[in-house]
């Protein structure tokens, strides 16, 4: 009988023998949905969910079609098999890259504007962006948060949807990154800003890749004027704030990140009080600008 891996580790330890590297001093590098780790050989393994091998193959696949297409970005390794598969759970592998550190504004602005100007690719093929693919089940799983605020998540999802319906977006749209915002744009002394994370690429309207920065400004008072001028005029001029979808597009992008936390609210008292305070903006029970601790 095979012993059933149980932890990152082995699974780890088992990915590096399928795909002959060496997993010796293996160093945790982020321990999340995905779990990422620093290897010998200038290699980090990223460890996705049960069930996500296609997810990661995607994810390879969309890192060698923007290097092919000119656009700076973390790279997969190419002499190892992609994903590597133990048990239900893929394994990639990719180049590490040197200290650096999160993007400014406008140099993430200037990023997202090479991004965007790229024409989808046959091949991969890249989904749909749904802003709203599993927050009902989400909100329907959470039972640990009092009935009464469950079903007003419920019913804000169906009022989002309804309005973001009648705004008539092109839904075809072109190349978007899906999470977009400085910490995913890694800057060293020796590279070009690189673009990170690649899971959430896909094809929609590119004022989703700019609603997370400019909600930062209007609505949290994280940026300054000037750090979001900067990140307007490298986008191209483009102010996502004065168009007539930014109001919708904001509200679903708060109630994502509101879901985002009312999954970690089972096993943490923290998260609970911050999805507590969460809701409790969006009902316009707390006026902007608002403080919202990060998870």
């Given amino acids: ?21 060496d997993a010796t001093g293996a160093v945790v590098i982020r321990d999340g949905s995905n779990v990422m780790y620093r290897i010998p050989g200038g290699i980090v393994a990223r460890i996705g ?24 970005v973390v790279r997969a390794i190419d002499y190892v098999p992609q994903p590597t598969m133990v048990g239900n759970r893929p394994v990639t592998w990719w180049e590490q890259l040197p200290e650096h550190r999160s993007a400014t504004t406008g140099e993430l602005g200037a990023l997202l504007r090479s991004l965007h100007t790229l024409n989808p690719p046959t ?28 079903t007003w998540l419920a019913r804000r999802v169906e009022d989002l949807r309804e309005q973001l319906q009648q705004l008539r977006l092109d839904e075809a749209g072109g190349v978007i990154h899906g999470d977009a915002w400085q910490g995913n744009v890694a800057v060293s ?63 679903i992008q708060q109630l994502r990140w509101v879901i985002f936390v009312l ?22 029970d707390i006026a902007r600008p608002w403080t919202w601790n990060p998870f």
Avoid: N
């Fill in 189 to 251: 002394e020796v590279t070009a800003p690189v673009l990170l994370d690649l899971e959430h690429v896909s094809r929609g309207h590119p004022d989703w890749d700019l609603i997370p920065v400019a909600v930062d400004y209007t609505d949290f008072a994280r940026l300054s004027s000037a750090d979001y001028e900067d990140f307007v005029t490298a986008y191209g001029g483009h102010d996502v704030t004065a168009t007539a979808a930014f109001r919708v597009l904001a509200d």
């Fill in 1 to 21: 009988m095979t012993t059933p891996l149980t932890t990152t580790e082995d699974v780890l330890a088992a990915a590096a023998r399928l795909a002959g590297l």
């Fill in 123 to 150: 091949q991969p093929e890249l989904p749909s962006f749904d802003p709203f693919a599993g927050l009902g089940e989400r909100i329907a799983e959470a039972r640990h948060v009092p009935d009464q605020e469950r």
């Fill in 49 to 72: 969910p049960s069930g996500s091998q296609e997810s990661a193959g995607r994810q390879v696949d969309v890192s060698r079609w923007l290097v092919a297409s000119g656009l700076p």
């Fill in 263 to 284: 999954g970690k609210a089972a096993t943490s008292s923290q998260a609970a009080h911050e999805t507590h305070h969460r809701i409790a903006c969006l009902r316009g």
